[in-house]
C-alpha cells in the first residue's frame, strides 16, 4: 500500500467518527433538557427508549467496526516504500559477470529468507565445548531437536515475517529443518516490489548462463531484526570444481597402466608421478583393513550434473584395490531433483575422482554420493545449503562430509555467507565434519592474474569447516602445490584456536604482500593431502587429474577410517575437527616446501608449522589416531 492511499484511509477514519458524533448530539442535547419536558415526552420516550439506545448503539458500533477494519487493512498491508531500509547493497558487478539487462517482469524466482536463529550464540558455545580436547563435554554431539533449540528462529521472527508475506499474499515453506529458512516463489516483478529492488539479467561471462540479481535491496525497517539473509539477491556465482576444477594433466594414451597394491609401509618409486590408493596408504600409513562400524558414513557431495558412475568404481577397485571386493559400490541420495545417470556418456570427472577415493582408501567405510539437481539460477549457496539442511534432518548426520566444489568469497554476500556458516556450525555439534577442497586458483581464486588483492575461497573462509590444500612429492619431501589456494577470509575473524599458528607464520612473513590480504581474517587451509597426478577410471578410461578436489576426498577418507577405530572403541565421533586438529599440531606432516601463485606475486610460502598453502601439514594415520584415542 502506497502513502497516498494510507493517508486517504486515515482521512476516511477521521470524517466517519466526525459525522457519528454530529449524529449522537441531538441525543445527547436531550438529556439535558428540563424536567417537565422530559415528563411530557415520558410516556412517548419510554415507548421508543429501547428503539434510541438500540439505533445509537448500533451506529457507534457500526463505526467503530467500520474504522477496525480500516486499521486492520492499513496494519495487514506492505509497508509503503519510506519505510524501507537498505538490507545489502553490492558497489560493482563481479569481473566473471557482465549486466544485460531488466529481468523479466512475469520470471518466476525462488526467494529465500533466512530468519535470525534465537541462541546461535549458545550453538557456537556448544560447538566448542564438544568439539575441544580437555572439556567436559567433548564428544558429547547434540541431536537434532538439541541442535533446533539453539537454531530454530524466535517466535515473534516467525511471526513478523510470515504476517508481512502474508500481506503480500504469499505463503512461505519451511526449507531447513531448524526452520530458520522460508522460501516463497514469486514474478521478479513481485520480487521487485516487496524488496524495493530492481532485479536484473546478467550473463556468466565463460559459460554465457544467465542468472537474475539484483545491486541492491531493502526490507521494511522492522523486519532488519528478524531476517537476517534473503538470497538471490546480491550473491552471485554458480558450484564449480574448486577453483578450476580437477585438471585433466595426461591422457590415457600417454599414461603407463600402473597396478599396485601396498605390501609393505615402503612408498612405490612410481608414487613420484602418480598417486594411487596404495600410494596415499604407503605415505599416510593408511590401513587398507576392512572398517567395522555400520553406523559411521562418509558423505560425498555431487553438483553440477556431475555423475559417479558404478562401472568405474568396479574397474578401478579392480585395477588399484585388488583387496576389496569389485562389487563394492556406494549408497545415493538426492536432493532438488538431483539424479546419477549412469553410462560411459554421463561420467563426471569430479565426480568419479571423489567416489573412487573415498571407496578406494575408507576401506569398508559406508559412502554416500549425495547429488543435487543442476540450477545456474540458484548458483552455489543455494546449492550448499540445501546439501547440508538435506542431511541435516537425518536423525544422524554423516559423520564426514567431503565437498570438491567453491568459488571466490567476493562473489558472495556477508549475511548469506554468515546464514551457510552457521549451519555448518549446527552440523558440527552433531557429530559431523564437514571438509572443502580450498581450491586451485592460489591466491587469486577465479580471478586473472591481474588482481591486486589476494582472493580468499568460499566457503573455506567459514571457521567451522575444514578447509585442504594439496601437495605433492613423497613425504618427507612433500611440497605445497603452487595451485594450492590459501589466505585469509575478509568476512570471518580469526577463530581463537588458530590464532596461535597463524600468529607465528604472520610474523616470519613480515610486511611481505602487506596490503594484499586482511591479516586478521579466517586463515585457510587447516591441512593438506596429495593433490597432484591422481589415477582415475572416467567412462572407462584411464585418466590423470590434479587439484585439490583429490585432496579433500583423501583426507576425509582418513578421518572416516579413525572414526571407525573411535566408535570401535565406545567413542564419540570427531565431529568438528579443527579445535583438535589445532590442539595437536605434532600429528601432521609438517610442509616446508613449495609456494602458492596468484596477482603476480609468488603468494604465501609454505614454512615450519601452519602455512597458508599446506595448513599444519599433511595426515599421519598413527600419530591422528593415537590422538583422537587419547582426547
Known sequence: MNTKLACFLCHLCFLVLFFHTLSFLPRFLEHLRPAQRQYKFKARRNCNLYRQSY???????GGL??????????????????NFKVHERRETVPRSFSRVGPAPAATTIKLRFGLFSNNFPGLEDTLFAV?????????????????????????????????????????ATVASPYGEWLTVEVPVSKANEMLNANFETFTHIDSGLQIIRTMEFSLPEDLHAHIEAVHPTTAF????????????????????PVNETLVSNAVPASCATTVTPACLQ???GIPSTLATQSSNSIAVAGFIQQFAQTADLTAFLKRF???LPSTTTFALRTFDAGKNTQGASQAGIEANLDIEYTVGIASGVPITFVSGGNSFQDGALEGFLDIINNLSQLATVPQVLTTSYGEDEPDQTAATFQKLCNAYAAYGTRGGSILFASGDGGVAGGQSQSCTTFIPAFPSGCPFMTSVGAVSGIPPSETAASFSSGGFSRVFTQPSYQTTAVQAYLSALGNTNAGKFTPTGRAFPDVAAQGVDFDIISGGTLEGVSGTSCSSPSFASVVGLINDRLIAAGKSPLGFLNPFFYANPGMFNDVTLGHNTGCNTNGFAARAGWDPVTGLGTPNFANMLAAALAA
Do not use: C
Open 55 to 61: 439505533e445509537h448503539s448500533s451506529h457507534m458500533v
Open 65 to 82: 467496526f467500520f474504522v477496525s477494519l480500516l486499521a486492520t487493512l492499513v496494519a495487514a498491508s506492505p509497508a509503503p516504500r519510506s
Open 131 to 171: 568439539s575441544t580436547p580437555g572439556s567436559a563435554r567433548y564428544g558429547q554431539h547434540l541431536t537434532l531437536e538439541q541442535a533446533k533449540a539453539f537454531m530454530e528462529p524466535t517466535e515473534d521472527s516467525l511471526s513478523a515475517v510470515t504476517s508481512w508475506l502474508d500481506a503480500h499474499g504469499l505463503t
Open 237 to 256: 556465482g554458480r558450484p564449480l570444481g574448486a577453483g578450476r576444477g580437477p585438471v585433466i594433466t595426461a591422457s590415457s594414451a600417454n599414461r603407463a
Open 282 to 284: 604407503a605415505m599416510y
Open 321 to 323: 584395490r585388488t583387496d
